[in-house]
């Protein structure tokens, strides 16, 4: 099932960059955590109020945004 319903954009929140539940935590942020080596537990730990489901809904954010065409000009 779909979690991406967690992902939310306020332009009052972060500049409307992408959040987890409207709170000031950034989907980057969570991303630049994993991709240096975090474990779910690490940043969980480092996040509080951030639940296992928001893990998912990022990852699930950063796949979708990444799977798009690639147009070569001549």
Do not use: W
Request: net charge negative.
């Amino acid at each position: 099932m779909s979690e991406l319903h967690r992902i939310t954009f306020d332009p009052n929140i972060c500049a409307g960059r992408p959040t987890i539940r409207g709170l000031r935590i950034r989907v980057k942020d969570v991303l630049e955590l994993m991709a240096a080596g975090a474990s779910h537990d690490e940043v969980l730990e480092d996040y509080p109020l951030l639940q296992v489901e928001d893990i998912r809904a990022v990852l699930e954010y950063a796949a979708r945004q990444s799977d798009h065409a690639v147009l070569r000009v001549a």
